[in-house]
């Protein structure tokens, strides 16, 4: 009997790779799951199952975790505003660990013998499938191709036409992870701290000139409208902003930074939405949070980030911090009115009953209603107490 093996499979090079070399070169029966999370078309999915089966799978699935990605993930994403180097929103990241648990629960459901991925050794995607694997499912063992024989994208390509298998090879030559926030593009440009990706290698081009306005309507941080349609469903709102977002080829940059195993990393990217939707988040939070509401929250939601980077979703102090930043969006309710341009974007302002610019207290730059000018006087002795102490014992030990 043939040994059971789940292989998380996305349908690029390095999985299409690993479907073919475990089957034909070591004689496992492998069963593709694919674990959706907002990336794929019906008609994607329907391409990616044909080629597994052409591959030599013996069994294909499609998981469909898009909104369980939104409800465990995204959503604390825009209530802590993340971006991984005041840049990226993480997204594919993110999305890995929901993956990862998504590919273990079916290996444990079907009760194979092994579960395998196509990461490489020198990313941060292993340590998430790894660790996510190790934790939840003690006992079955990872095989991992890529990795083990320290393969290059070109001896990938050259076994897969040399066993007669043909595909766009010149598209491969790009690893492209799409999905609902935000898709991820690596390339041979990305490998140099001088070049950038051309602009074929993005998988949204350039469709609209001129400008349009676009409101973004949030009730508890989360959003409720787009353009003053109500959504209930939140992963249409976010793909009815990209869709709106993306003509314009926002959001695109390329993100540097520090992996899980401490080398320097370079990806580019593009996320139209999950930019656009961040970054209006944080307008409307500015205008309705109080001061330490906003500062409290922006270390956490960094921790949080970077704890979802590094593969920690499963540690439980991510579950408290949820917890406090679900506490901090009661009053993030609000409309944000965004003006959409080529290649960029401008946060023009916000509407919200809760707006703290709101009251009676004065203008900033133009009225005082609350203070007096001696108040003022006063209360601006008494904040330079601290500071002409610290002074004045400076300048006694100079004279010495």
């Not at 690029?12 to 593709?32: A, H, K, N, R």
């Not at 092994?114 to 998430?128: I, L, M, P, W």
């Not at 469903?233 to 992996?259: F, N, W």
């Not at 207290?361 to 108040?375: C, V």
Request: aromatic residues 12%.
């Amino acid at each position: 009997m043939k040994r059971k093996v789940v292989l998380a499979y996305s349908g690029g090079l390095d999985t299409s790779f690993c479907v073919m070399y475990l089957s034909q070169e070591l004689g496992y029966e492998v069963y593709t799951a694919l674990a959706n999370t907002g990336g794929f078309t019906e008609e994607d999915l329907k391409k990616v199952e044909k080629r597994a089966y052409k591959l030599g799978a013996k069994k294909h699935v499609n998981l469909d975790i898009t909104k369980e990605f939104y409800e465990k993930g995204i959503k604390y994403m825009i209530f802590g505003n993340v971006l991984r180097g005041a840049t990226y929103p993480i997204s594919v990241s993110s999305e890995r660990i929901f993956q990862a648990i998504a590919i273990i629960n079916y290996t444990k459901k079907i009760k194979a013998d092994y579960v395998a991925h196509g990461s490489t050794g020198a990313g941060n995607d292993q340590v998430r499938f790894d660790l996510t694997f190790d934790v939840l499912a003690q006992g079955i063992n990872i095989i991992t191709p890529i990795r083990d024989m320290v393969l290059t994208r070109e001896y990938e390509i050259n076994y897969l036409k040399q066993h007669g298998f043909e595909a766009d090879f010149i598209k491969m030559e790009y690893s492209i992870n799409q999905g609902l926030w935000g898709t991820s593009i690596g390339g041979k440009e990305t490998l140099r701290s001088e070049q950038t990706l051309p602009e074929n290698a993005y998988p949204s081009q350039l469709q609209k000139q001129g400008e349009e306005i676009l409101k973004i309507s949030y009730e508890h941080g989360e959003i409720s409208a787009a353009n003053g349609k109500e959504y209930q469903d939140k992963v249409k709102a976010i793909q009815e902003i990209e869709c709106i977002a993306s003509r314009y080829a926002i959001g695109r940059d390329m993100h540097v930074g520090d992996t899980i195993i401490g080398i320097k990393g370079r990806v580019g990217f593009e996320a139209a939405a999950p930019l656009v939707i961040i970054n209006a988040h944080r307008m409307l939070e500015k205008h309705t949070l109080t001061k330490w509401q906003q500062y409290w929250k922006d270390q956490l939601g960094n921790w949080y980030g970077m704890f979802l980077h590094e593969a920690q979703y499963l540690e439980p102090v991510m579950r408290d911090i949820e917890s406090f930043l679900q506490s901090s969006q009661r009053n993030v309710t609000g409309t944000v009115i965004i003006r959409l341009r080529p290649y960029q974007y401008t946060l023009i302002g916000v509407e919200s009953d809760f707006d703290l610019m709101k009251t009676n207290f004065g203008k900033y730059g133009e009225i005082n209603k609350a203070w007096t000018p001696d108040d003022i006087k006063g209360f601006t002795k008494i904040m330079a107490i601290p500071s002409k102490i610290y002074h004045m014992i400076q300048e006694k030990n100079r004279k010495k």
